[in-house]
C-alpha cells in the first residue's frame, strides 16, 4: 500500500476515488456478466453450425454411395474466392460478423463426370460456408474472452485491492485527524486555563510569579 498524506485535502481525495470506485464497478460487473452470456450463446451457435455441417456432410456422403460412386466428385472443384464479414460490436468489443462467401468452380468435364456433381458442390459450397461461419464464431469467443478476462480483472481490483485499499486510506486520515482535533482542543484548554489562572494572579497584584 502507498504512503498517504494525512491531510484534509488528501482525505478528499482519497473519498472522490472510493465514490469513482462504487460508481464503475456495477458497470464492470454488469458488463462481465454480459460478455459471460454473449459467449455461451455464441458458442452454443458455433456448435449447432458445426452439427449442422455434420449431419450435411453425412446425407452427403450417404448419397453419394446410392450411387456407388464415392470417387466422382472432382477434386479440387470448389475454392472459396471471397469471405464476405461484417463488422458488429458486443459490450464495446468490436467483432467480425459472417455475410457469407463467393465460391468458384474449377473446370470438369461434363461427359465424364455424373450428372448429381453439379448438386454435389453446391452441398460442398454450403459445408464450406459452414466451416467459414464457424470460424467467425471462433473469432468473436476468442475477442469476447479477452474482453472478459481484462473486465474481470478490474472488477477483481476494485473489490479486492482499490475499494478496501481506499476505506483504509479513509480510517486512516480521519483516525489521524480526528487525533489531531482532540489534541488541539486539549492544547486550547491548557492554554485557556493558563491565561486564566495568569490573570487570576495579576488581577491579586502576583503577576510575576507566573
Known amino acids: 500500500m502507498a504512503k498517504i498524506k494525512l491531510t484534509k485535502n488528501e482525505l478528499k481525495v482519497q473519498k472522490d476515488a472510493l465514490k469513482m470506485y462504487r460508481r464503475y464497478l456495477p458497470t ?18 458455433a456448435k449447432a453450425v ?14 453419394i454411395a446410392v450411387f456407388s460412386e464415392e470417387n466422382a466428385f472432382p477434386s479440387g472443384i470448389i475454392t ?7 463488422r458488429g460490436n458486443i459490450a464495446g468489443v468490436d467483432i467480425p460478423t459472417f455475410e457469407g462467401a463467393d465460391f468458384k468452380r474449377g473446370d470438369y468435364d461434363l461427359y465424364y463426370t455424373p450428372l448429381w456433381v453439379d448438386m454435389a458442390a453446391n452441398h460442398m459450397e454450403k459445408a464450406m460456408s459452414l466451416d467459414l461461419e464457424a470460424e467467425v464464431l471462433d473469432e468473436q469467443v476468442r475477442l469476447l474472452e479477452k474482453e472478459l478476462r481484462a473486465t ?9 485491492v482499490k475499494i478496501p485499499e481506499t476505506q483504509e486510506n479513509i480510517r486512516k486520515i480521519s483516525v489521524y485527524l480526528a487525533d489531531q482535533q482532540v489534541s488541539a482542543v486539549v ?19 502576583q503577576g510575576d510569579l507566573v
Do not use: H, M, P
Open 187 to 205: 492544547r486550547s484548554k491548557i492554554s485557556k486555563r493558563k491565561i486564566a489562572i495568569r490573570d487570576s494572579l495579576a488581577d491579586e497584584g
Open 80 to 86: 472459396v474466392s471471397n469471405i464476405k464479414k461484417g
Open 50 to 63: 458445426r452439427k449442422e455441417r455434420e449431419n450435411l456432410e453425412k446425407g452427403f456422403n450417404d448419397w
Open 152 to 160: 474481470s480483472q478490474r472488477v477483481n481490483l476494485f473489490e479486492k
Open 28 to 45: 464492470l460487473t454488469l458488463k462481465k456478466q454480459q460478455l459471460q452470456s454473449e459467449i455461451r450463446t455464441i458458442e452454443e451457435n
